[in-house]
């Protein structure tokens, strides 16, 4: 078992968690979703997450990716790190598709035109990227969200579960960009699928009780992981 990813020294970007905590209060009380995770994400070492349903693995993705702040500790970014693939969920909803693309383009310092072209040609929206997003159904602002997250080079691509965007034609031509985007960046995704994340990830964390334990394999972690209907801790099964 390993109690965290190891940085590699010849490349500086990387995600840190530094005793990240994350609480909610619920029906009159508090419920801990995370607590107090210290970790790295090297570039250079792609990391799937597993956990069941409620262990709080989106909630971990949008602090990791900067739309959701921890309740207490630190997140450390060094690289560039998208927002979670596919969701349109950050547009602003009063503009238009193409104004949010702008707004993207500028604040990773790129071209704006070259930007929204990009957009423009691999979401196929046509006219509706001019139209406010607000007006968008789930499927465009998903297009819009992918093709948005395609134009910038990422260092670190954050993946909630597997992007599934419109028909067969359309998934194979996101499969196609994400995999030509991933050979010059890292992947943190989140599946419960073991043949996805094998594809993607060199190594595997599960989190389980607010808690990450990693595994240098993924074959590993979903050993593990199996172990947790079982009705012990994950951390108590765990394999060297």
Not at 76 to 93: C, H
Not at 181 to 193: F, G, L, P
């Amino acid at each position: 078992m390993l109690s965290a990813q190891t940085q590699l020294v010849s490349d500086p970007r990387v995600i840190s968690l530094r005793r990240v905590t994350k609480r909610y209060y619920v029906d009159g009380h508090w419920k801990h979703v995370l607590n107090g995770i210290t970790c790295s994400i090297p570039f250079g070492s792609s990391l799937g997450i597993v956990g069941v349903n409620g262990s709080g693995k989106s909630t971990l993705m949008r602090i990791l990716a900067g739309v959701e702040a921890p309740t207490s500790g630190e997140v450390i970014r060094v690289g560039t790190v998208s927002w979670p693939l596919a969701a349109g969920s950050g547009f602003m909803p009063r503009l238009t598709g193409e104004q949010n693309v702008r707004f993207i383009a500028r604040l990773y310092g790129l071209d704006p035109k070259d930007c929204i072209e990009f957009v423009r040609d691999f979401s196929e929206l046509g006219p509706a990227l001019k139209e406010e997003c607000y007006t968008y159904s789930a499927g465009m602002r998903a297009r819009l969200g992918f093709a948005a997250s395609m134009a910038v080079a990422f260092d670190f691509y954050l993946v909630d579960e597997v992007v599934a965007v419109g028909d067969q034609r359309f998934q194979e031509k996101c499969r196609r960009a994400f995999a030509q985007r991933r050979r010059n960046a890292t992947v943190v995704m989140i599946s419960h699928q073991p043949a996805t994340l094998q594809q993607f990830c060199d190594s595997a964390a599960i989190l389980q009780g607010g808690r990450l334990i990693f595994y240098d394999t993924v074959e590993h972690a979903m050993r593990a992981y199996r172990s947790v209907t079982g009705g012990r801790p994950v951390w108590e099964t765990a394999e060297a």
